[in-house]
């Protein structure tokens, strides 16, 4: 019996080290015994203690190679399921980052652009060739704009926190418009950023409209 159990033990070691099996194995050698003890004191007309033991321990034992090869195999399905989806949902979403219609702009600590989305391209008129490299700020902003949006924006991405505000930015061909941002930085286990990220997205009509209907309220209520 010793040299079975060594034999099979060493089978599940070379085959990975199956764990559920080597505890089914044991569990049913367990019930055996138990079963074995009990046959032999029959005459006795009650079973041993030693044979309630080890067949409770047994199907203990059963009980848990069961819950464990389960267990195994869900570990299993779901690792072949994140191979076989997580490739198809990166290209997805760089599909959608690079396609949706707000403008993405990624920096490093510095300012200087590392990357723009094609909605960054339709909005300022830039591509990627023409920006790589260059200060986002000296490329974007012009004589009207509010330098102390700028100021409040770097202390808070000095301090790696998120900055949302509105800023009238320029255009290649030098027209200017409005944009609703938020400027999210990356940063390092120290707290520092090191890269940012900047979502944005054109609101001139809106605020165009806005200050339209505040006009026609203040020239109702002159009248009234």
Sequence with gaps: ???????????????????????????????????????????????????????????????????????RQWHTRTSTYLENIGPSVGRV???VV?????SILLCDQ?????????GFTRLTGYTFAEVQGCN????????????????????????????RGEILNYRKDGGSYMVAFEALPICDAQGRPKSIVAMGRDVTDRLRAEQALREEESRYRAIF
């Design 136 to 163: 986002a700020a000296d490329v974007l902003t012009g004589p009207e704009t509010d330098l102390c949006i700028l100021d409040d924006l770097g202390r808070c991405l000095d301090r790696c926190e998120p900055y």
């Design 98 to 102: 690079a396609n949706t219609e707000s």
């Design 93 to 95: 979403l760089n599909q």
């Design 110 to 118: 510095s300012g200087r652009v590392l990357w723009v989305n094609n």
């Design 1 to 71: 019996m010793r040299s079975v159990v060594l034999n099979i033990r060493k089978y599940i070691a070379d085959r990975g080290g199956c764990a559920w099996l080597w505890l089914g194995v044991s569990g049913a050698l367990l019930i055996a015994g138990g079963w074995v003890l009990a046959w032999r004191t029959a005459g006795g007309g009650s079973l041993p203690t030693a044979a309630a033991i080890s067949t409770l321990a047994g199907l203990g034992l059963v009980v848990l190679a069961t819950r464990l090869r389960l267990l």
